[in-house]
Structure formats: C-alpha cells, structure tokens
C-alpha cells in the first residue's frame, strides 16, 4: 500500500455511517427472524432499512464528551441548591406539591422510557433506529435519575414523596400514567415508537415536560428548573428521532399508514388524558402561574400540532379525531381535574386547597366561557363549608374509566353539567369508559385493556390492604388500610394544605432563614 | 487550619426516600448511585402482559433460570450512575483523542513496518463487528433483565461497545481506508478463520435467557478476546516488534476491559454465592460458552500469534479458569 497517497477524507454522513451502520452484517448462521422476534407481528412493512435517514449524527466520543460536560454543571447546581436550603426559595410551599406529583407519576416513566428503548434498541433489524433508541435509552436513565437526585433535597424536608416507588405501583391515581406507559410498553416495538417516540416525545412533550420546567422556573425551584433545561438538548434529539421513525414508516409502504393513523389516534388521546394532571397543576398547584392550561393546549397542540399534521398530510395521515373533543374540554379539563383531587384529598400523596380570591380572578380571566358559570360557585360552596369546619374528604370509591384510569368524572361533550358514561359487554363482564375515545381504544384490543389493574376494582376485591388485616373485623376503616398499603402516612402526607406540616414547616423555616427569631 | 463558614441549618425530616432506608437504615444519607439505582425498576402491578412475549411480565424474573432472593443484591462497583459514568468515560475519552492526535500528527502510522500494520488490520478491524453485537447483546441483558442494579450497567456496557466498535473503525480508517474496512467485513463474513467467531456472535443474538446472554458475552467471550487481542497480541507481542502506536491506539479497551471486570466479576460473585443452584447453572454456561469461545478464537489468535498461538491461548483460558474460581465458580 502506497502510504504518501493522500486518503480520501470522509463526509459527515459517509463517516458516520461507517461508524454505524457499517458495523452491522446479514447473519448466516442464524435466522433474521430469531435474531429480531418481535419485529413482523404488528403488520409493519419495511422493505429497506437502509432508506433511514439518521436524526442525529452523534459518536459515542462526542456523546460522552457532552453528556458529561452537563452532568458537570448539572450536579455542581444541584450541590449549591441544597447547600443553600434552595427549597426555601420557592414561591410558596404550595408549589411543592408540583414536585410530589413530577417524582411519583413523571420520573417512574423516565425510568420505564429507558428499558423501552432498550427493548427497542434491540428489537429492530434497521442499525440506524438501532443506534438511536439505545441513545436514547442511556438518555433516559439519565433523566430519571437526575430528577430522583434533584428531587431528593425536597424529600429530606416534605412529605409525601418518600416512597414514591412504592407509590407509582400502587397509589388509585398514579395508575393513570403508570399504565400509559404500560400500555406502550407492552405493545409492539413499532407502535411503542409512535406512541412515545411521535406522540409523546414529539407532539406532547411541550405540553408534559416542558410546563413542569417552565413551571419549576417560574417558582423559584432552581434544582428542578436546572435538570429540565440540562435534558432539553436530549429532548430536542429525541424529538427529531420521533419524527423520523414516522416519517420513514409512512414512506416504507402505503399500508402502514392506516395502522399508524389507529395509533397516532390512539396514543395522542391517552396522552391527552395523563396531561389531565398536567393541567391541574398549570392553573392550581402553581403559585405562580406560566400560562393556563387552556393557553397551553392551543399554542402546543392546536398551532404547532396543527402545522405538523398538514404536514404529515402527504403521507395520507390526517388530524386525530379527538381533537374535536380535546377542543371542547379545554374549558373544563383542569377544573374538573381539581375538583375531583380536592374531594379525594384523603387518598392522595399530596395536598390540595381551594383558590385564593386573586386566583379566582386569574381562573375566571383565563376561561371566561366556563369558570364563572361553572366552577366558582362550586368552590364558593367548599370554601364556606371549610370555613365552617366542614372541609369534606370523599370516602367513597370512583368508577374508574377501563382505559385510561381516570375516575369517571369528565362531562359530555359540549355539556359540561352531565356526567360522561359508555359501556361495553365483553364476554360476561361489562366495562366503563369515559369517553368515547377510551371506549374505542378497548374495542380495538380488548384482550390487553380487560388485564388492566384497576386501583378501585383492586382495593374492593380486598387486594389493597396490608398483609394481616381483617376487612370483616369489626370497624374496619378500608381508608386507613389502604393508605397504610400505601405507606403514605395519615395527617402528613395527605389532606388539605391548609392543615398540613408542609405548610407549618415551611413558614417557620423560611422565618429561621429570613429573620433572626 | 479550618475556617467556619455558616450557613442556616434546617433540620431536615428524613435522610432519604424509604426504599433506600428500608435497605440501609433511615439514619444515613444516600449515595447518589444508591437513589438512582435501587428499586428504580417497577416491581409490582403491570397492567398489562407484553404483546411480544405474552409468557411473561413486563419485568420478569422467570426469563432466567438464575434465581435471586433480591435482584438489588448486585452491587457495580465502580457505583455508576449516568452522571457518573459518563464523566468517567469522558475522562478515558480524552485520553484516546490524545493518543489518536499523537499517532496522527507524528505520521506514526506510517513508521509501522508493514508487517505488524497488515497484522493489524487483518486482526482488529473485523473485531469491530464483535463489538457490534455485543453492543446488541448488551441491549438485550438491559431490555428483558431484572432490578435496576443489573441491568444498568448493562446500557452503559452496551454504549461502550459501540465506542469501541467506532474506535476500531477510527483505527481502520488510520492505518488504512475505508477499502480496508470492507476488506475485514468481508473476511468476516467469508474467511474460515473468522467463521467460529461469526457463529458464536450470532448464536448470542438468538439467546433469550438474559444471564445466560451475560454469561455468553461478557463474561465467557470478552474474558478471552480482551486478555487474548488486546493485553496479549497488542500490548506484549506487537509492541516488542515496533507496534507500540497501536498499543496507544487501543489504551481504551486495555483500560476498559481492567475496568468493567470489576463489575462482572462482581455480578458472577453475587450470583453465585447466592445459591448452590445458581452456582450449577453458572459453572455449566460458562464451562460451555468459554470452551466454544476459546475454540473460536484460536483461528483469529494465529493471525498475529502463528505457532504460539495454542501456547498462549491456552495461557489465556487458565488465568480465566482462575479468575471465575476466584469470583466463586471454580470450573
């Protein structure tokens, strides 16, 4: 080999390729079948693998090199939080309960996104989608812990995070973004492509993530607002990765796209449905407002989601129909939200209150179409009843929508004063839905949606109490045992703000920090 | 001397979360490896059964005939979390750019005599598919393992691999060009002397137990490659005849693999000291695929080893042998 002759130097995309796909060989002595198992079941027709265009061009020396360049910041603000007592920067202690909610329902799917997209990472026979889900796997990890370590300070000085894995698995509401996840899980790796990789990564992730952030910012939370900024390189690698697996399906082969148009239907009304919390805490957990929920919906969804499906419409794939009804439930999504959270104070790991009089205002300027009419006089009443030392703990169980695990508490479309009920018979037993979106996703599969584990069903078939006790023992309080499963701790983690040691601790800490008392 | 800075101290309610406490007791703080570690996985309540493996839970402990009373028995010992990690190997990183910009700007390359560049090139840059499939391998043990403490290592294990198969590719393209490294694929998927390896790579990649798959990649094949090509070929053999340059070249995985050990042997240690059953199921996978993974490498050994290749090989397989007795499965 002449060695002067100068080397041909390789483009970007020729070198990247050579570091990637290059690696990869058709196998011989095994069938491609056995070695990728999972990847024909679901009716996806790829013909060419090779026809993926890589989201991002990133090498593993250059991956580790900036990763850790973040972590370094990350973790130098975190130490600085808490050596300062951070926590007492907060607008108020009510926001802390914005944070219970992130680490019990959002950081446990962070978790559960990264073995996903390890699953997926080895599930395709493309190494192009290989090499950037498992990126986006180890990103995932990351998320998850940075927001337990971030979190962590929160914990040592309020309550009703500290057991929140315990709590995921169990507690009646966080069943709701625990079988989303589940649900995506469980599915096919193509389909867990849409629903987390598109629906969720791309089209929703400004309406999940970005308010809890932007929330956290807004309130002062330094060790929150600082792991969201530090994670939105890699979601903004992810979301392209989102788009691409769409787009490289839907040009495949016309016949996926009637099964990506079931899913991309699908997977943007669960989402919606989890972003039900979401939308309680932008108008009623924090003190200091980013936008309302309404606002939110109509900026992320309805014109950036808008723009996308116009363009995603040469593939022949059109808007989820359930926009029609997200549309007419913008009005009272939160509301009804929070009204059910304020009854179910008692059952929850975390406080609720009603709103101060400038925060009515706030509620009734940003839904003039519904809050006055519908919702203050509501809180009026429970504000009066309060008052007088009737503050009320519902003790009674919800029915729980069979899909998306929400009790049923939505109304109709367009009337927001009758309750929301849909049925099905399947084999002997009926099921609920609150929706109709729900009740068709079921229809669709039920063979998975009759597996579920409903917290409601669970707890009255005697599943939910504490190993030893007796239910048939004379005044048995079902209430306390369940919370004692729960491991969430009667008087502390639960009830109203107003009474709880979050708030009394708070106001004399910052007092300690503030004044020399 | 010692200044005394203040700052307001605020008894705090509890030192960690309770699953942390639970295990090591409520009166001490938490590691950062130990909050992002234990209990991270989902342990109780799936909703619903995987589509594609209807057998089976979301996260199963029956995909393994390996038995764990508690699958957070398993300690890494280099305690990685992400951020951990990833500041390790950035460090490690920096090292290699080094060595690469050293080797590239003293035309180093070009100084090799050409015997030990095509030995080179013949032996290492078909191991980049290796690294490939232990990279797939790797995903897998994460993706379908149980408990947070064994399969975390396992993602960070499997984007080491592809750093490594992406090194060896850097090594091809510096010694040679992109014609060399179709030339090894090409050896790869045809030369008989790659073929034993090529089948034992693809037989790993049908494997569904994923401790066995550990057992097959991690333990029994990168424990001879890496002493065999790396500690052995390049660091003693090629470097006494003027090949020290690659031995820069590849500090990384001489390094890596005297690194990550230390968390395999750990794992093989905690598994096997948990029962005589364990034990058993150990000593027969490994005894299994160390045999099969010895045989397939004698072939690549004689690319730069010749005649002494069954000599050092079988050198290789003792200090295994010891090494597993040591992690307590004598073989």
């Known amino acids: 080999m002449d060695m002067q002759a100068a080397k041909k130097k390789l483009g970007l995309k020729e ?140 914990n040592k000085y309020y309550n009703g995070m500290h057991d929140f894995h315990h709590a995921h698995d169990r507690v009646w509401f966080l069943s709701v973004p625990k079988s989303f996840f589940d649900d995506a899980l469980t599915a096919g790796p193509f389909e867990f492509m849409v629903a987390i990789g598109f629906s969720f990564e791309y089209v929703l992730t400004n309406l999940l993530f970005v308010p809890f952030v932007s929330g956290a910012a807004y309130n002062g939370d330094m060790g929150t607002m600082t792991f969201g900024f530090s994670a939105q390189s890699d979601e903004a690698r992810h979301m392209t990765l ?57 900026i992320y969804f309805e014109e950036n989601g808008g723009a996308l499906f116009k363009d995603l419409a040469r593939y022949g794939i059109t808007m989820p129909k359930c926009a029609g009804q997200i549309a007419l439930e913008k009005d009272h999504l939160s509301h009804q939200a929070w009204s059910t959270f304020y009854n179910y104070a008692a059952a929850a790991n975390f406080h609720t209150w009603m709103p101060d009089d400038d925060e009515m205002k706030w509620l009734a300027s940003k839904y003039p179409d519904s809050f ?75 063979e998975k949606y009759t597996q579920a584990w409903l917290p409601v069903h669970q707890i009255y078939q005697g599943n939910c109490f504490p ?34 040691e979050d708030r009394k601790n708070f106001a004399e800490w910052r007092g300690q920090a503030t004044r020399n008392i | 001397m010692q200044i005394d800075l203040r700052t307001v101290s605020i008894k705090p309610l509890r030192h960690t979360f309770d699953n942390i406490a639970r295990r090591i007791g409520a009166d001490k703080p938490a590691s950062r490896y130990q909050e992002g570690t234990l209990d991270m996985q989902q342990e109780a309540n799936y909703h619903y059964r995987p589509t594609w493996d209807p057998d089976h839970l979301i996260y199963d402990r029956d995909r393994t005939a390996i038995r764990m009373a508690d699958w957070y028995s398993f300690k890494d010992p280099r305690q990685y979390y992400y951020g951990a990690y990833t500041m390790a190997r950035a460090k490690q990183q920096d090292t290699a750019e080094a060595n690469f910009d050293f080797v590239e700007n003293r035309g180093l390359a070009a100084t090799l005599p050409d015997e030990i560049r095509d030995t080179v090139l013949a032996l290492l840059i078909p191991l980049r598919h290796v690294a490939w499939g232990a990279n797939m391998n790797n995903a897998a043990v994460c993706a379908y393992g149980y408990g947070t403490a064994f399969t975390q290592p396992c993602i960070y294990h499997a984007m080491d691999q592809l750093g490594i198969a992406q090194y060896l590719t850097r090594v091809g393209l510096l010694l040679g060009d992109v014609a060399s490294l179709d030339a090894a694929k090409q050896a790869w998927m045809e030369d008989d002397t790659w073929q034993g390896l090529r089948r034992y790579v693809e037989d790993t990649l049908v494997l569904r137990d994923p401790f066995e798959l550990f057992v097959a990649q991690n333990v029994a094949l990168d424990g001879l490659l890496y002493p065999l090509v790396y500690e052995t070929i390049i660091d003693d ?31 093989v240690k905690t598994a096997a000291a948990e029962s005589a059953g364990n ?45 597993m007795a040591k992690a307590g499965v004598p073989l």
């Not at chain 1, 061009?57 to 130098?76: I, S």
């Not at chain 1, 932008?282 to 109509?298: Q, V």
Request: aromatic share 14%; net charge negative.
């Open chain 1, 15 to 154: 070198r990247y390729a050579v570091m990637t796909r290059g690696l990869d060989w058709t196998p011989s002595y095994q069938k491609m079948e056995d070695i990728y198992p999972y990847v024909a079941y679901e009716g996806i027709k790829i013909h060419d693998w090779d026809k993926w265009e890589d989201p991002f061009r990133l090498t593993m020396d250059a991956y580790w090199k900036y990763q850790a360049e973040k972590e370094r910041k990350l973790y130098a603000i975190i130490d600085a939080f808490n050596q300062n007592n951070g926590h007492l920067n907060v607008t108020d202690a009510r926001y802390i309960n914005a944070v219970k909610l992130f680490i019990s329902g959002i950081s446990p799917l962070e978790y559960v996104a990264h073995r996903g997209f390890a699953h997926a990472g080895r599930a395709f026979p493309g190494p192009g989608p290989r090499v950037a889900c498992l990126m986006q796997s180890i990103d995932e990890i990351r998320h998850a812990q940075t927001q337990v370590h971030s979190i962590s300070n929160y």
């Open chain 1, 242 to 298: 989102g788009l691409e697996v769409i787009k490289f399906i839907l040009e495949q082969d016309p016949a996926n796209v009637p099964i990506v148009q079931r899913w991309i239907d699908k997977w943007t009304w669960r989402g919606y449905r989890v972003l039900t919390l979401v939308a309680m805490m932008m108008d009623y957990m924090l003190p200091k407002r980013t936008m309302s929920w309404k606002e939110a919906w109509e």
């Open chain 1, 372 to 446: 006055d009419k519908l919702y203050r006089p509501r809180y009026r009443f429970w504000r009066e009843q309060a008052a007088k030392g009737n503050r009320f703990y519902s003790k009674t169980l919800p029915m729980l929508c069979q899909v998306c695990q929400i009790p049923m508490v939505f109304t109709e479309p367009g009337e927001p004063t009758k309750t929301c009920y849909r049925e099905v018979d399947y084999r002997d037993d009926k099921y609920h839905f609150c929706s109709d979106h729900c009740k068709k996703i079921f229809e669709d599969e039920p």
């Open chain 1, 467 to 500: 190993e030893g006790s007796d239910p048939t023992a004379e005044g048995f309080d079902p209430l306390a045992e369940v919370l004692k499963f729960y491991n969430l701790e009667h008087g502390r983690d639960n009830l109203d703000f107003e009474i709880s």
């Open chain 2, 237 to 267: 053999v090629l470097s006494a005849k003027g090949g020290t340059p690659v031995a820069m070249l590849t500090q990384f995985m001489t390094d890596w693999h005297a690194e990550t050990r230390k968390w395999i042997d750990a794992t």
């Open chain 2, 279 to 323: 034990k058993t199921v150990l000593a027969d996978w490994i005894v299994q695929w160390r045999d099969r993974a010895a045989a397939a490498l004698l072939p690549v050994s004689r690319i730069a080893l010749g005649e002494r290749a069954d000599e050092l090989t079988t050198e290789i397989v003792q200090q295994f042998n010891a090494r």
